[in-house]
């Protein structure tokens, strides 16, 4: 049976020193080693309720379940490890992600085209909303691919604008987090359980 | 007012370099290449300029350029003299770098296929300012193909400010504007766009500023830079991607320090005034302090000790701290419109608080 990947907050000291005590703890959600669903035989998918973790600052620090996926038997297939970091100059979270195969060999950009669902390479090319580009990792200093934030916030906007409550309540993180990642997710064929995003 | 940024824009830094001892296949070893290389320039662009000196005597194969210093692989997308005011704490002139013309290193640094991926990183941080300076990216996407090459062009022929200035003004990504800035502005500058929100006076009151902030720290004091620590691997530079919300107060210069210190509020948790007149004020101010995070153990760790800011160089100057943050931002910023600011911090010495 499958297991739950949950992803998990990583702590990042700005400082490679050690720093002293933060107030705002800066890091990163992470979810690592994982096989996307173009791979995966989904005979049950099982979905657990999110977890919602008291957010006493302002980034993001929450544990979120997605329904995971079982490992097929394909020996070539890519694993990824996929971060959400929050972009302090476009104030919106942004994908990170890198792919390797089973002996740690790491693929490129396109053998990560093609491992995509098809209808993303697509929009990789369409849209000037969504492309890839592949940057230097904000804490790892190591290259990694990232989803380029530049439209987040107009599609984001979109999302939310058709609900009434949210206009005037406005929207909890985890919402927005959940909301934002089954667009993201699309991307690289990530899927979220419809049963989550009904979650009150 | 234009002098100071015709100085940062012609700005260069005389390099010497060595083809890597692996790809040197004739004797008598090649002699280094020497070359001025424009501070806001990026080595990738030097290629063309450097690769004919070398490559009579280089192994057969394609060429995958990258640069090293001292051993540690440069990141080609952070301008030239921003590495090296970072690496070179002690200016070394020339400046001995190791170029190499095989086996990148895909692991540590990201692709480079020459000008193009400069290019491409560049107009990417141009899109990044306007988004911070006004909340998109429009006016750098709805650039026009012919502005785009000649904003492109005067920025690789780094001798050409007037025509950055020409393109780069129809961005509107403005000036920042405060009584403290005004006085050194020329008529010529005041009628440009300023950046944020201003009250009827045109006096700035809020507004984010693109900052690119580079800070590696040391324990103890040291009086010449000879003896910094050399930095030999990027994990010991806090790379720090964040805007500098300026919030104008009447009366008061926001200066490069307050500017440095917002950037790093766990290493200067109280609000310290650095003017001589507001000491006055230091009890008032006092109130201020935020009580709801503040421990016994908190308070005894930071009592007297701030780290403590011993360097602060911008496009190869130390300027005083007390500078208006205005100025430097509006005459020391890169053509991307991002101000890089490269810091060296000496840590607290932290007293551990006894248990009473």
């Known amino acids: ?200 | 007012m234009m002098e100071a940024r015709k100085y940062v824009w012609e700005g260069a830094i005389p390099l010497q370099i060595h083809l890597h001892e692996s790809e040197v296949t004739t004797l008598p070893p090649p002699l280094p290449a020497l070359i001025l290389a424009p501070r806001i320039g990026y080595l990738p662009l030097l290629v063309p300029h450097i690769k004919p000196h070398f490559s009579s005597t280089l192994p057969p194969g394609i060429d995958t350029v990258w640069f090293d210093y001292k051993g540690l692989p440069l990141k080609w997308y952070i301008p030239t003299g921003i590495l090296f005011d970072l690496l070179c704490a002690e200016p070394e002139r020339p400046w001995n770098l190791t170029v190499h013309f095989r086996g990148y290193p895909g692991n540590i640094l990201i692709p480079c296929e020459g000008e193009d991926s400069v290019k491409w990183s560049f107009i990417n941080s141009l899109k990044e300012a306007a988004y911070i300076i006004n909340g998109n990216c429009k006016s750098v996407m709805n650039m026009s193909q012919p502005d785009q090459v000649e904003l492109w062009r005067s920025v690789i022929n780094a001798g050409n400010l007037e025509a950055y200035i020409r393109v780069s003004s129809k961005l509107k990504l403005g000036t920042v504007g405060d009584e403290y800035a005004a006085d050194l502005y020329s008529s010529s500058l005041n009628s440009r766009q300023s950046i944020g929100d201003t009250d009827s006076t045109g006096q700035v009151k809020t507004g984010r500023v693109p900052i690119r902030l580079y800070v590696w720290s040391v324990n103890e004091d040291f009086d010449d830079l000879e003896d910094a620590p050399q930095i030999d691997s990027w994990d010991k530079i806090s790379y720090i991607n964040r805007p500098v919300e300026i919030h104008g107060e009447e009366g008061k210069c926001f200066t490069l320090l307050d500017a440095v210190k917002s950037l790093l509020p766990e290493y200067f948790p109280y609000k310290s005034l650095n003017n001589e007149e507001s000491s006055r004020e230091e009890d008032k101010d006092e109130e201020k302090v935020p009580s709801e995070n503040l421990s016994e153990h908190v308070e005894s760790c930071y009592s007297s000790d701030d780290a403590e800011v011993k360097l602060v160089r911008i496009q190869g100057i130390e300027p005083k701290l007390e500078i208006p943050f205005s100025w430097v931002v509006n005459n020391l910023v890169n053509p991307e419109h991002f101000l890089h600011l490269c810091v060296c911090l000496k840590l607290p010495q932290v007293k551990i608080p006894s248990d009473t």
């Open chain 1, 1 to 200: 049976m499958s297991a739950f990947p949950p992803w998990s907050w990583v702590p990042c000291p700005k400082q490679p020193w050690g720093a002293s005590a933060s107030h705002d703890v800066e890091g990163y959600l992470s979810l690592e080693n994982i096989i996307l669903s173009c791979y995966a035989q989904e005979e049950h998918d099982e979905i657990s309720c999110p977890q919602k973790e008291e957010t006493s600052c302002s980034e993001k620090e929450e544990l979120i379940d997605i329904a995971t996926l079982v490992q097929s038997n394909c020996s070539k297939v890519p694993y990824y490890d996929l971060h959400i970091i929050y972009s302090a100059s476009y104030r919106v979270p942004v994908l990170f992600f890198r792919a390797y195969y089973s002996d740690g060999e790491p693929l490129g950009f396109n053998a990560i085209e093609k491992d995509l669902p098809a209808h993303s390479a697509k929009a990789l090319l369409d849209s000037k909303w969504t492309f890839i580009t592949q940057e230097e990792h904000p804490y790892l200093n190591r290259p990694w691919f990232k989803l380029h934030p530049c439209g987040t916030s107009e599609w984001m906007k979109l999302l939310f604008h058709v609900d009434v409550s949210v206009a005037k309540n406005g929207v909890t993180i985890e919402l927005y987090l959940l909301s934002w990642l089954s667009v993201v997710g699309q991307v690289v064929g990530l899927r979220i359980p419809l049963e989550m995003l009904n979650q009150p």
